[in-house]
């Protein structure tokens, strides 16, 4: 008879080594936080596709995804203009 | 195992093959053989097969007859209600593991990326339902002091993760949002989630009106022991018809004990106007049945299980543990009120003290009425547990016989396996589940 209760915890536990190992050494490994707006390309057919590195996408599908907009930097603040004196 | 159960399991494994069909199919020639790709056709596979069986555990939950009669018992159909619930949560596991394998060789930090939640929704549905998935399994499978109704209430969420699966599954950029809604894939996602759905809905909220139940109101309540109950119910409405060895879900409308259906094995003869149940004190719901009164309205539903003696037509050995004597209790009631029976059997029963053998006495006045009936009591904190071979002394030829078990997992798990290792075939040994958590 299947021993369901040791196969669940053992399914967990290599689970839970190989997702913390992934979280700990992918963010320790960055010097950069994790974007949370990651494009979702990757999850297409394409075995190898690096989309989430925001290079060029290649999408295997018919439809393609639209690729994320570029973050526009905010605009810089206008200079102040130095204040009106009165001519002497 | 007979030709029904093989058929249900035939048709669980050809559905659980179908998604990896349907995806070679889709690949045609062009089956790709590097890393990426592999683990990535991996990671589908573990999530449309998981999500394939975690369907079906709600089909199996609806306590449907045919499927019943396919497995060969009520007790049976939940067993393999776990089996295919801890297989479809180890597949689903895997499935984001395997899909973020390709990324690892270049950058964990994408993988990293892919695993945790983001703006994505369609994502996020996927990671609640896993997350909800291991806690509720968890739950049910480590957690065995919660309290039954807590647990039962608990368990409903999985219709909850099951429709936060199927969210993930058809608005994730993935194979089967991207197909079109004619093609194979995506029907086939569409049948498994409708299938999950249907035997979600029917089991909350349909099953307790359309399962066959009686109403009952309690006849009497006596004390057959240190925390077991004898009760008798009798018939407020047309009786249940039943045969002895079989069990019913039994809701008392009791405030103190709560309307939580209780699965107890009867303890009556076959089609008895009145019907028995002898519970012991095991859980925190049996522990509070000295709340209960003469008069009190009992809901039965059921009858369920296989476990009766006719199926049989061979001399056979009944082995009991402790409380799980109830159900031969009725089988040797029938047994001495019809003398056309003519089949030999023995009944092992065995308990940790002598106080606690239950109805002992009955079962003495049943064998003194049938001369084909023998009852063998076996203390086990005087002889130690019983074992095949101590029975084998006793009754000497155990080849060609039937043999009927109930009690703790560990006494019915170890005399079968000893029974198979004599040279028993599976086929003419019978257990019934006690516990359906």
Not at chain 2, 200 to 210: A, E, N, W
């Amino acid at each position: 008879m299947i021993n369901i209760k040791t196969s669940v915890g053992v399914a967990l536990v290599i689970f839970i080594l190989v997702f913390g190992n992934i979280i700990a050494f992918g963010i320790l490994g960055s010097k950069n936080a994790i974007d949370k707006n990651i494009p979702l390309n990757y999850i297409n057919n394409s075995g190898n596709d690096n989309s989430l590195n925001n290079k060029t996408k290649t999408s295997t599908t018919n439809n393609p995804t639209p690729v994320p907009k570029p973050i526009v930097p905010a605009p810089k603040p206008k200079p102040t203009p130095p204040p009106v004196t009165r001519a002497s | 195992m007979n030709y029904k159960r093989l058929l249900a399991w035939f048709v669980i494994i050809i559905l659980a093959i179908i998604p990896v069909f349907l995806l070679m199919l889709g690949k045609g020639e062009n089956i790709p053989s590097d890393y990426g790709s592999i683990t990535h056709i991996l990671g589908q596979i573990t999530g449309l097969v998981g999500m394939t069986l975690f369907a079906v555990t709600f089909i199996l939950s609806t306590r449907i007859k045919f499927i019943e009669d396919a497995f060969g018992g009520l007790d049976k159909v939940y067993e393999v209600h776990g089996i295919l619930g801890g297989t479809a949560l180890i597949l689903i596991l895997f499935h984001p593991l395997l899909l973020v394998f390709k990324f690892i060789p270049e950058s964990i930090n994408l993988a990293a990326k892919y695993l945790l939640p983001s703006s994505y929704w369609s994502v996020n549905f996927g990671i609640i339902a896993l997350v909800g998935m291991i806690f509720l399994i968890f739950l049910t499978l480590y957690v065995r002091r919660m309290k039954y109704h807590n647990w039962k209430f608990s368990h409903k969420f999985l219709g909850i993760v099951f429709i936060l699966a199927i969210l993930h599954i058809f608005l994730v950029r993935g194979t089967i949002s991207q197909d079109n809604i004619f093609h194979g894939y995506y029907i086939y996602a569409a049948v498994i989630s409708l299938i999950g759905l249907g035997g979600f809905f029917y089991s909350v909220l349909f099953r307790d009106r359309i399962a066959p139940n009686s109403l009952y109101k309690i006849k009497s309540l006596s004390k057959r022991g240190e925390d077991v109950h004898e009760i008798i119910l009798s018939p407020e409405n047309e009786p249940l018809r039943y045969k002895s060895g079989q069990f019913v879900f039994v809701t008392f409308k009791n405030k103190i004990i709560g309307e939580e259906p209780h699965p107890f094995s009867i303890a009556s003869a076959s089609n008895s106007h009145s019907l028995r149940i002898i519970v012991k004190g095991l859980g925190d719901f049996t522990k509070n049945l000295s709340s209960l009164n003469v008069g009190d309205i009992v809901r039965v539903e059921g009858p369920y299980g296989r476990f009766n003696y006719k199926k049989s037509g061979k001399d056979q050995v009944w082995i009991a543990g402790g409380i799980g004597i109830t159900p031969f209790i009725g089988m040797a009631e029938e047994m001495a009120h019809n003398p056309n029976i003519k089949d030999k059997v023995e009944l092992c029963y065995t308990a940790r003290k002598h106080e606690d053998l239950i109805c002992i006495e009955e079962l003495k006045e049943f064998e003194s009425k049938n001369k084909n009936f023998r009852v063998i009591t076996w203390i086990s904190n005087e002889k130690g547990l019983i074992t095949v071979k101590d029975i084998e002394n006793i009754i000497k030829d155990l080849k060609d016989k039937e043999f009927f078990i109930c009690g703790p997992q560990r006494l019915k798990m170890d005399i079968k396996r000893d029974l198979i290792k004599r040279g028993i075939e599976k086929n003419r040994i019978h257990m019934e589940e006690f516990g359906f958590r």
